[in-house]
């Protein structure tokens, strides 16, 4: 007999525990309404039998956002084969067993721990098995059922972004797009209205509007004008629950901007402008500046300024300053107060980008009046031409006049002119001007061959404001004159061979003229009169400018005559005739039978050897060695000529016997030889100074020897002992001069104040003989000797 045995899912809906069951006779579409039924084979006595088991199961929905303090009650897990002894253990798995939702092991009751969300996870699928304890086998088969959280309202919808930025044309129509928001709800949209949006305004009115059901914000007034107000700030919100009370909301804010169209013209702030400019005003300077005001920004707010009339049109421009849309009056034309003192133009302004929707509104220009009233200023003279040309003769005469300049103050008061020539420009002076009347005329002889142009610079300047002045160049041509003769192209030097035949052709000339001659030049030769009967060659004149030398004679003879001197006369045809003589010099050569020159030196017959190239250059290389060596003999000489030792008045120390040296006494004798002034008979008539290195070797003067005088040693030290003590002596080593002679010198007193006391006529003469140092003391003394005489 077969048994059968259920195994039910029972699900409990009771307070305070929130669940809902499905019954089975009203089970939600999309799951089986049929009940699922697992056969297995068993019986009681653990043999195995075929037996049918079946799942009592449903799914069911368990509210989100329990906020209870207990667990959350969900189901109960029952098998027919629980008899209540506790053999059965109820196991549950799947999405959050043990951890979201526990089971009773005993009772097969299930629990959630957890507060859940839909928005999390909207769907937990489970798996439910009933086992023996004693035995750990499944009593029944494994079963899934699933738990569905059911979604309430707990989201708000929220813009996808927190802040919009959009932006329009000014002046559009109603209705005109701007931006769409949107907004999303977490909620669950399947179920009730909570993901239901409805958008509304709620600042920004009557601008703007915006569709409930899309979000999209129009433009509600017409005109809307940038110039009044150019931001708009809009709040819009959207609520879920179809808007209805009690929904959800949220908010976003939507920054609009009005952007410039060309609706508004150029407008002049005022109807005249007076502007003053100086007639000194240079070309394309600025004088003054005009602005159009025009409310609109960017490229529609860029002017073009124009002169349209007036009677400045053609002396003044007018252009617009790109950064800050003014328009600048420039000078175009030289202004001059005397001529014109006052101009009015009138200006236009207009807009460069005009939009055609808006041309109701009216013209974009407009136009004002400029006065331009133009001031007196001391003006420099101003000449007649901007450049003088003039020409002259160059045999003219010194001080003929060629031409003059003329120069005006251009001002009312008419002041004088004086003239002058910058120098810089004629650093010869050849030309001079009249400083009254302007007059140029030469100081100097012309030569066109020299110079054919003289570019020199006028000055005029005002006599009562010679600050006041201009300058004009002047071109000075200098014309010809035929006074220059003809003359050989270069110098010619030709020769004829000894054996040369009569009427030879040996040279051919040709003759230039440093004039110039409008029709060519025609040159004419001849010979001298003097060689024209004697010559041993003829001339002959080609006409065309040229002239051939000819042999006359059939042979030559070197040794009689090695060199020939040829007079040619050459003559122009220009007036006055100029004409001149020019020598051709003709060398006898010896040459072989074809004509080519072999020597032409008389002695190379005489003595036909002579040195070979390689010897005069091993000549010329033994002068050059010799040129060398002398030069390094004269540099090696002056390099041993040695430098003074005492070079400056501070050294002079150093070449002074230290005196705070005891016990140097005649053993010192680094400085001077001490023995000298013992005994005079010991100089040496050779001895030369040893500071320098003498360049003339002088014969001392001769005197008579001294005996040694006892005192000097005496005198010499007492002279010591006074300068080591003396307070007033310096602190470094100083030369003393010790004046005595001592009794009964040779010398005598070299003193020139004692001599002058002298009653003997003393002989200088020998001064004459000491070198040119000693010169300027020779002529002195000298010349005071033939005083005396006189």
């Keep these: 007999m ?4 259920c195994f039910w899912l029972l699900f409990w809906a009771g307070q305070p525990h929130q669940s809902f069951l499905t019954p089975l006779s009203k089970r939600t579409s999309g799951f089986p309404e049929k009940e699922k039924v ?24 368990l509210l989100e956002e329990y906020t209870g303090t207990d667990y959350q009650y969900v189901g109960k897990l029952h098998s027919d084969q629980d008899k209540g002894d506790g053999s059965l253990k109820y196991i549950l798995s799947g999405d959050g067993a043990g951890d979201l939702f526990i089971i009773n092991e005993n009772t097969g009751d299930i629990q959630a721990t957890k507060r859940l969300d839909r928005e999390e996870k909207p769907v937990y699928i489970l798996r439910a098995q009933a ?24 989201n708000e919808p929220m813009f996808t972004k927190d802040v919009y930025n959009a932006s329009i044309p000014e002046m559009s129509d109603v209705g005109t797009f701007v931006v769409q928001v949107t907004a999303t709800d977490a909620d669950d949209p399947t179920y009730g209205n909570s993901a239901k949006v409805v958008y509304s305004i709620l600042q920004g009115q009557p601008y703007f509007s915006v569709e409930s059901e899309t979000g999209i914000i129009k433009t509600a007034l017409l005109n809307m004008d940038r110039e009044n107000r150019e931001q708009y700030q809009v709040v819009i919100q959207a609520k879920d629950m179809g808007g209805q009370m009690g929904g959800l909301s949220g908010t976003t804010t939507v920054n609009i901007t009005l952007t410039d169209v060309n609706d508004n013209p150029p407008r002049f702030p005022q109807s005249t402008y007076q502007f003053r400019a100086p007639e000194s005003t240079p070309l394309d300077s600025p004088i ?12 529609n707010a860029e002017i073009e300024y124009s002169i349209t009339e007036g009677d400045g049109y053609d002396m003044f421009g007018i252009s617009t300053d790109k950064d800050t849309q003014e328009g600048i009056i420039t000078v175009k034309k030289a202004l001059d107060f005397e001529n014109k003192n006052l ?16 041309l109701y509104l009216g013209p974009f220009k407009d136009s004002a009046t400029v006065r331009i009233q133009v001031e007196d200023v001391d003006e420099p003279p101003v000449f007649s031409r901007p450049a003088y040309i003039m020409e002259v003769k160059e045999d003219v005469p010194i001080n003929s006049v060629i031409g003059a300049v003329t120069a005006q103050d251009p001002d009312a008061a008419k002041n004088p002119v004086k003239y002058s020539v910058d120098r810089h420009t004629d650093m010869d002076r050849v030309f001079n001007i009249n400083s009254g009347n302007g007059s140029i005329f030469t100081s100097k002889p012309l030569d066109r061959e020299t110079l054919l142009w003289h570019n020199i610079t006028v000055i005029a300047a005002e006599i009562n404001n010679p600050k006041q002045s201009s300058r004009v160049p ?7 004159v035929n006074d220059n003769a003809p003359e050989f192209a270069m110098f010619y030097e030709t020769f004829v061979c000894e054996n040369a035949k009569a009427e030879q052709l040996i040279q051919t000339l040709s003759a230039v003229d440093k004039d110039d001659s409008y029709n060519g030049h025609q040159f004419s030769f001849s010979l001298a009169p003097e060689a024209a009967s004697s010559s041993n060659f003829t001339l002959q004149d080609n006409r065309d400018n040229t002239a051939g030398i000819f042999t006359r004679k059939t042979r030559y003879n070197r040794h009689e005559m090695s060199t020939y001197f040829l007079p040619v006369v050459i003559s122009d045809n220009d007036y006055p005739i100029q004409s001149s003589t020019e020598t051709v010099t003709i060398r006898v050569c010896a040459c072989d039978h074809r004509g080519k020159m072999l020597s032409c030196n008389a002695e190379a017959l005489i003595h036909p ?7 005069l250059i091993a000549i010329l290389l033994c002068i050059i060695i010799l040129l060398v060596t002398v030069v390094l003999f004269a540099a090696l000489r002056r390099q041993r000529k040695k430098e003074p030792l005492i070079i400056s008045k501070e050294d002079i120390r150093d070449n002074i016997v230290s005196y705070n040296d005891e016990g140097g006494g005649e053993e010192d004798t680094q400085a001077f030889d001490i023995g000298t002034l013992r005994n005079p008979e010991a100089i040496d008539d050779n001895k030369l100074r040893r500071d320098i290195v003498p360049e003339t070797l002088f014969m001392p003067r001769r005197t008579a020897t001294a005996r040694d005088n006892t005192d000097v040693r005496d005198f010499i030290n007492q002279r010591l ?5 003396d307070p007033t002596a310096p602190p470094y080593d100083s030369l003393a001069t010790y004046a005595y002679e001592g009794n009964g010198s040779v010398a005598e007193s070299l003193s020139s104040l004692e001599s002058v006391t002298t009653d003997g006529d003393q002989d200088y003469d020998y001064l004459s003989d000491w070198g040119p140092r000693f010169k300027k003391l020779a002529d002195m003394y000298g010349s005071m000797d033939s005083d005396k005489d006189s």
């Design 474 to 480: 002047v071109f000075i041509k200098v014309l010809d």
């Design 343 to 358: 101009y009015i133009l009138k200006v236009e302004a207009t807009n460069t980008h005009v939009d055609p929707r808006f």
């Design 2 to 5: 077969r048994t059968y045995h």
């Design 131 to 154: 086992i023996n304890r004693r035995t750990g086998r499944p009593v029944e088969p494994e079963s899934e059922f699933i738990i569905k959280i059911h979604d309430i309202n707990d």
């Design 721 to 725: 002992k006074e300068n080591d003590t």
């Design 288 to 299: 003054g500046r005009i602005k159009a005001n025009d409310a609109d920004v960017d490229e």
């Design 38 to 61: 697992l056969v297995l084979s068993g019986n009681s006595k653990q043999d195995l039998h075929r037996s049918k088991r079946s799942w009592m199961w449903n799914q069911f929905f």
């Design 609 to 615: 050897t002579g040195l070979s190239t390689g010897a």
